[in-house]
T-cell receptor
Framework: DTEVTQTPKHLVMGMTNKKSLKCEQHMGHRAMYWYKQKAKKPPELMFVYSYEKLSINESVPSRFSPECPNSSLLNLHLHALQPEDSALYLCASSQATVTQETQYFGPGTRLLVL | GENVEQHPSTLSVQEGDSAVIKCTYS??????FPWYKQELGKRPQLIIDIRSNVGEKKDQRIAVTLNKTAKHFSLHITETQPEDSAVYFCAAARSGGYNKLIFGAGTRLAVHP
């Protein structure tokens, strides 16, 4: 399996809802990433997990809560989001070695906050 | 802070022409430079990357050049085809296990038949 998968593909939620995004990879990668991408903009790094430990938090608001239950799974828990949080949320993974650092992206979850 | 500037923001070429996209990075410690292609509604996909110990790398119609002294790197696409139409992002990072990619703003390439 050489793909990163994400569910759901689309999500509509109200500002009082709680939802979760899921990312999965079976390439044996030990680094996993969450990015946020607004229309016509580049991906913007949110979080990085390395060997299941949170290594980077780019000062993301606490209404976004990442979780890495095991080396293949990455979740992003969402609560009390704002309309401006509407975006494409991309997950990526990489080998986490100096010579194998290509990040492979999932197809993303398109989130709309009403 | 770390920054990557990318030019042009849009590029329109005729099929068969060459296309060149240029990026400049600010962090002199950056040593890994990937290029991603993102078609409308799809995920970014790596098309080529280069490390700082190499000045040029080619893969069929695509080539990347790196000038570490000037902190410039460029993507060259030859014999463009309509399926090359997409947004292209350059990025820079420091190698070290996981890495924090600093992306350029993107170039929207349109290849007209």
């Amino acid at each position: 399996d050489t793909e990163v998968t994400q569910t759901p593909k689309h999500l509509v939620m109200g500002m009082t809802n709680k939802k979760s995004l899921k990312c999965e990879q079976h390439m044996g990668h030990r680094a996993m990433y969450w990015y946020k991408q607004k229309a016509k903009k580049p991906p913007e790094l949110m979080f990085v997990y390395s060997y299941e430990k949170l290594s980077i938090n780019e000062s993301v608001p606490s209404r976004f809560s990442p979780e890495c239950p095991n080396s293949s799974l990455l979740n992003l828990h969402l609560h009390a989001l704002q309309p401006e949080d509407s975006a494409l949320y991309l997950c990526a993974s990489s080998q986490a070695t100096v010579t194998q650092e290509t990040q492979y992206f999932g197809p993303g979850t398109r989130l709309l906050v009403l | 802070g770390e920054n990557v500037e990318q030019h042009p923001s849009t590029l329109s070429v005729q099929e068969g022409d060459s296309a060149v996209i240029k990026c400049t990075y600010s962090d002199s410690a950056s040593n890994y430079f990937p290029w991603y292609k993102q078609e409308l509604g799809k995920r970014p996909q790596l098309i080529i990357d280069i490390r700082s110990n190499v000045g040029e790398k080619k893969d069929q119609r695509i080539a990347v050049t790196l000038n570490k002294t000037a902190k410039h790197f460029s993507l060259h696409i030859t014999e463009t085809q309509p399926e090359d139409s997409a947004v292209y992002f350059c990025a820079a990072a420091r190698s070290g296990g996981y890495n924090k990619l600093i992306f350029g703003a993107g170039t929207r390439l349109a290849v007209h038949p």
